[in-house]
Structures are given as structure tokens and as C-alpha cells.
């Protein structure tokens, strides 16, 4: 536990750092800020499309190539060959280093894979490029629970609802986790 611990605080202070700069080389377009704007504000019934808008945009690179290994490594995932969606996505990284939505595809892949190390790491390079990357920090939240990073996972919680305040099942995870921290202060 406290290997992890020593693991986990370098990036979590990256993560902070890199909410704090705020300043991503991706989703900054005058659309997407739009939409964004648009999140803010949604109710309930509107977040989910929302989000769905914003992450077609995030999901295109500019680059037909690009778009493609995507696209396989999102199949080989769907097909459960995680080992070939890593080969995929490592190859659009390889060709496309500042394309944040590559990174987080292989996070997922990463993690799907049981490796958390490697997927922490895609997350924070994710963040670096894309601090509104409510996906990624999703994905965070997630593996900072599983980590036993209470306190962390609702920080990141937190920022989430910032950017999309009605994101689907976050105010419950706030709550399990609000029980969970209430429970240990005890």
C-alpha cells in the first residue's frame, strides 16, 4: 500500500499541476468551447449528448491515417483483443504525439489490460494536452479508488462536475466515497 502511495502522489500533483496551467494544446476551439458552455449549463436530460458531441470532436485528429488507427484500436477493444488495440493506439501515438484522444484510448486499453501504471501515466499526458478531458478524468477518479486514494478520487470528482455539473453517476461516487471518508474519520 504505501508502494502505491509513492506511486500515485507524483501524479496526482502532475494531475493538479496540469488543471492548475490549464493550458492543453487540444479543445480550445471556438466549437468545442461552445459546447462546453453549452455543458455547463445542461440539465440531466441534455449532458449525455453533450458530452457525446464533445467527444466526436476530441475523436477527430485532422489526419484520415490518424483517424483510422483510432478507429481499429476502438474495434480491437470492442472485440476484446486489447493486446492488438495497444499496437494500434501506440502506433497512432507514435505518429501523432500531441493527439490527446489517442492517449486516452490506450489508458483504457492499459487498464482493461490490468496494467494501472502505464495507463496513469497515458491519462496524465491526456490531461497535459487536454485538461477538459472529462473522459480521462473519469478513468482517474476510477483507478484512484481502486488505488484506496479516497480523498484524491473526490478531488478529481469534483473537477468533473465543474466542467458537466449533471455527469452521469459522478454525484453518486461523490457520495459512496463521501460515505466511505465519513466512515473512516470515525
Known amino acids: 500500500m504505501t508502494k502505491r502511495r509513492s506511486v500515485i502522489n507524483p501524479f496526482v500533483a502532475a494531475f493538479v499541476l496540469a488543471l492548475a496551467c490549464g493550458s492543453g494544446v487540444q479543445a480550445q476551439t471556438a466549437e468545442l468551447d461552445a459546447l462546453f ?19 466526436a470532436q476530441w475523436s477527430r ?4 491515417a490518424m483517424d483510422l488507427l483510432l478507429r481499429r484500436g476502438a474495434d480491437a477493444m470492442e472485440a476484446g483483443e486489447t493486446a492488438l488495440a495497444i499496437q494500434h493506439l501506440s502506433a497512432l501515438i507514435d505518429h501523432a504525439p500531441d493527439f490527446a484522444e489517442g492517449y486516452n484510448e490506450r489508458a483504457t486499453a492499459y487498464y482493461t489490460a490490468g496494467q494501472v501504471g502505464p495507463a496513469l501515466a497515458d ?36 473537477r468533473i462536475l465543474e466542467i458537466a455539473p449533471h455527469a452521469e453517476g459522478v454525484t453518486d461516487a461523490m457520495d459512496r466515497l463521501s460515505v466511505k471518508l465519513d466512515g473512516l474519520a470515525l
Open 37 to 55: 458552455d453549452r455543458l455547463a449549463e445542461a440539465g440531466p436530460d441534455e449532458t449525455s449528448q453533450i458530452q457525446g458531441q464533445i467527444a
Open 61 to 64: 485528429s485532422g489526419s484520415p
Open 123 to 158: 491519462i496524465q499526458t491526456t490531461l497535459r494536452l487536454n485538461p477538459r478531458h472529462f473522459g480521462a478524468m473519469s478513468g482517474l477518479a476510477v483507478i484512484l479508488e481502486e488505488l484506496d486514494r479516497p480523498e484524491d478520487a473526490l478531488e478529481v470528482y469534483a
